[in-house]
């Protein structure tokens, strides 16, 4: 399966021991993020660093070894916007439409809009469970 990693979860999949690593090591989980991620991860750095407990070029190394990051196009990042409260989530909005993806997040304010499926990490186990 394949989803759109929001912010949130990348910084939980920067922590070893955390529920998303967990996932991702007993189900073949694809995960995609924007480039823009980047950027958000890069603000949070000496957080992120306290939390994993090495630097920030070794998280980002470890995030790139399960995530893919890719670039979005402004106007779908634009066309996304219309569809949030909160711009700063349009970039997960707009890579999830265009590759017709659902969106791992523990944002709430995401599952307002209707035109991809929003899982947390709670309905994210339960929905892997019944896969099995």
């Given amino acids: 399966m394949k989803f759109v990693a929001d912010a949130n979860v990348l910084f939980t999949l920067a922590k ?3 529920a998303s690593n967990a996932i991702l090591a ?3 989980l694809k995960l995609i993020a924007p480039e823009y991620a980047l950027a958000e991860l890069r603000k949070y750095g000496n957080e992120l660093e306290k939390a994993a407990g090495k630097n920030f070029d070794s998280i980002i190394e ?3 070894k399960k995530v893919i990051f890719s670039a979005i196009s402004e106007n779908k990042v634009k066309e996304a916007k219309r569809y949030l409260p909160d711009p700063k989530d349009a970039d997960y909005l707009a890579i999830a439409i ?3 993806l659902p969106i ?4 709430r304010h ?3 809009q209707k035109l991809v499926e929003v ?4 309905e994210l186990i339960a929905l892997l469970g019944e896969r099995k």
């Fill in 119 to 122: 899982f947390n990490t709670k």
């Fill in 62 to 64: 470890d995030l790139n």
């Fill in 16 to 18: 070893p021991d955390s």
């Fill in 26 to 28: 007993s189900h073949k």
């Fill in 98 to 100: 265009e590759n017709n």
């Fill in 110 to 112: 995401l599952k307002g």
């Fill in 104 to 107: 791992w997040s523990n944002d």
